[in-house]
């Protein structure tokens, strides 16, 4: 079997990562580092993991996008995706910014019109979740392009509401 | 004594409730909306009611609604723990008015101490330093903005009606006071239905210490001692301990003296928390009387051996308070964390989601409130606190210890949780010398990112998350296969049965 080419994304982290074996006998380039390590589900989301000559226990859970692992107390949470698309390509070129909204919530307010002028930092809508509200601000200087959603509208984290060209 | 209580909540303080209530031989009555059908509260309780859509305002601030599922289960009293209507004077006049029981001081008291202006007023006059500000609610923004500048800046706008951050803002620089004024009264009017503001001067680094005070409108007013609160972030608090460090007998006789004055001016009745600002110097000042069972009520149960909710149970049901002030002496020191559905590399962003797996410390000193369980959805539309964990012990350092060992057992996935946060707080040598301030978190944790993988973590993670493995893959072992690969003989006793 050919070493498969993943990236996992710790948060801002991304690690890329050749992975070969078996789960009884995995050999993983992490880097310059190579580690070998076996993994065994023993039920319930927990998992003995032998690596380096002892043996650990792990536990994951995964939603199918976002994994969640513990081990070694302390918490993980990542995604994966193939190393051939590790390069995000953006949109529209260099300068183009999806401003998405960063968790489910509601929009409470809307600080920007179509082709308004901003600059960095610049407020530009509030998302209400958990009743906390939080301003999006604006992540480059630019125009803003398109304005999606509407004071009131209900959004998922990561739906894009706020289109910000560069200048 | 009452015969059942409905406890108008949900989450780990309506478990809390529930908790104190079977121990007491009282039944209990949970309510929940559409969004927690599956909540550890409503199982937990005796009976449980629907009351309506996940919106807050339909269902857990909806007093009708409330009072009609106490009438409907006969319960005769009503606990509200905390946030909700907890300090809502209406819903405590509308209890009484419909024959119920308020577990909490009365509507006119509650109405009093919840108007912080009148509240400060009243500090004031018995004797009881205040923060220099502003406190008429009623004035417009022309006129705050006027008082604003003879306070001066930096300021707090804080929501009248408020508390636990909500409508509240730090004001640095005068160029900042429009858009705070607009976003204040809008963040008070949505969690209080009222856009009330009053400004306060800020206090330079301050500590937030508060005082827990028991009153059983019979003339005995009793403070339990302080509670160190000041680990915050965004006006919430993350870390509470008690006692509070560096705080010595004199100092914490002096707090407790001015927080049984205060409660007295107020006619104070049941369980209350007076919490003040204590400066660099020492010097304190009055800051609001929370008339509520608090969050981090845990940490004082825990050195004084009281248990709150029974003692507010208790005094609502007419008995008297048979403990005396020289009887409660803090033992050892209890420390609490906040575990909150929320990711800290996000800026803290709510983390809404459903908990995949969960195992919670259970370790000698350790207690953990908690509102969740496995397959649980934490929904977008409350508060994004998950549980507590509590840890006690002889002194501030075992007690430490015993926390670090508890957060590090603390198993929650599914949701992002601010457990990683709370060990790196945990393990910050600040933290452990207790140099503590309401800055603290800003100061020491700025920017902070979760802890980067090693490469031994980095390859787990993608042989644990290979799309590869089938269902029965991961159940693995469980079906009766030990790690060796010997079968394991309780396993082969199908059809059988222990008599």
């Not at chain 2, 010595?248 to 928390?273: C, I, K, P, S």
Request: net charge negative; charged share 25%; with cysteine.
């Amino acid at each position: 079997m050919s070493p498969q080419r993943i990236v996992l994304a710790f948060g801002s982290h991304a690690v890329p990562l050749e992975v070969a074996g078996s789960l009884e006998h995995a050999t993983v380039r992490v880097g310059e580092t190579t580690v070998t390590l076996s993994v065994e589900a023993m039920g319930d989301g927990t998992y003995a993991v032998m690596s380096n000559g002892r043996r650990q226990l792990a536990r994951f859970a995964s939603d199918g996008s976002t994994h969640y692992m513990h081990i070694d107390g302390e918490t993980y949470v990542f995604q994966r995706r193939a190393a051939e698309d590790a390069q995000p390509v953006p949109a529209t070129g260099a300068g183009y910014h999806d401003v998405r909204a960063p968790m489910p919530g509601v929009i409470t307010q809307v600080f920007v019109w179509g082709g308004q002028p901003v600059r960095t930092g610049d407020p530009l809508y509030v998302v209400e979740a958990m009743k906390l509200e939080t301003v999006i601000r604006a992540p480059a200087e630019g125009t803003v392009r398109r304005v999606r959603r509407a004071p009131g509208d209900r959004v998922d984290g990561g739906d894009i509401v706020v289109e910000v060209e560069g200048p | 004594m009452f015969s059942k209580i409905l406890i108008a909540n949900r989450g780990e303080i309506a478990v809390r409730v529930i908790r104190a209530c079977r121990e007491m031989g009282i039944r209990t009555v949970a309510v929940y909306s559409e969004a927690d059908q599956a909540s550890p509260h409503m199982w937990l309780a005796d009976e449980a009611v629907p009351i309506g859509p996940p919106e807050a305002s339909r269902s857990y601030l909806d007093i009708p609604r409330l009072i009609d599922a106490a009438r409907r289960t006969g319960a005769d009293a009503v606990h509200p723990g905390y946030g909700f209507l907890a300090e809502n004077a209406a819903f405590a006049s509308a209890c009484r008015e419909a024959g119920l029981t308020f577990i909490g001081p009365p509507a006119e008291i509650i109405a009093a101490l919840g108007d912080k202006a009148r509240a400060r007023r009243m500090a004031a006059a018995s004797g009881v330093r205040v923060v220099p500000g502003f406190d008429d609610p009623m004035a417009d923004d022309a006129r705050l903005r006027q008082e604003a500048f003879k306070v001066g800046f930096p300021l707090l706008l804080k929501a009248a009606a408020g508390a636990g951050g909500r409508g509240l803002r730090l004001v640095e620089h005068p160029k900042d006071l429009d858009h705070a004024l607009a976003s204040a009264r809008r963040e008070a009017k949505a969690a209080f239905g009222d856009d009330g503001l009053i400004i306060e001067r800020l206090i330079d680094r301050p500590r937030h210490i508060e005082v827990q005070v028991l009153a059983d409108g019979q003339d005995t007013v009793l403070h339990l001692g302080e509670r160190e609160c000041s680990l915050q972030r965004r006006h919430q608090k993350v870390i509470e301990e008690a006692p509070a460090p560096g705080v010595d007998a004199w100092l914490r006789a002096e707090l407790g003296e001015a927080a049984v004055r205060v409660a007295r001016a107020a006619g104070y009745v049941n369980a209350g928390t007076v919490e003040f600002l204590v400066d660099p110097e020492r010097r304190f000042y009055f800051l609001e009387v929370n008339t509520r069972l608090q969050v981090e009520h845990p940490v004082t149960e825990m050195v004084t051996g009281l248990d709150l909710v029974a003692a507010q149970i208790r005094i609502a049901a007419g008995g008297p308070l048979v403990l005396r002030q020289q009887e409660i002496q803090p033992r050892g020191w209890a420390i609490e964390c906040r575990v909150y559905a929320e990711d800290p590399e996000a800026g803290f962003a709510p983390s809404p989601g459903t908990v995949l797996h969960l195992v919670e410390p259970h370790l000698p000193g350790v207690r953990i409130d908690s509102g969740i369980v496995t397959g649980q959805h934490i929904p977008i539309h409350y508060d994004p606190i998950l549980s507590k964990i509590i840890a006690w012990d002889s002194d501030r350092t075992l007690a430490l210890w015993r926390m670090r060992q508890a957060l590090r057992a603390y198993v929650v996935l599914g949701v992002r949780t601010n457990l990683p946060y709370l060990r790196a707080v945990l393990d910050l040598p600040a933290f452990a010398e207790g140099e503590l301030s309401t800055d603290f978190l800003s100061r020491h944790m700025p920017d902070w990112r979760s802890p980067v993988p090693t490469p031994e973590t980095c390859a787990l993670g993608a042989l644990l998350s290979d799309p590869a493995w089938s269902d029965a893959a991961r159940r693995g072992t469980a079906a009766g296969m030990t790690r060796s690969g010997a079968v394991d003989p309780w396993d082969r006793l199908r059809g059988w049965r222990l008599a």
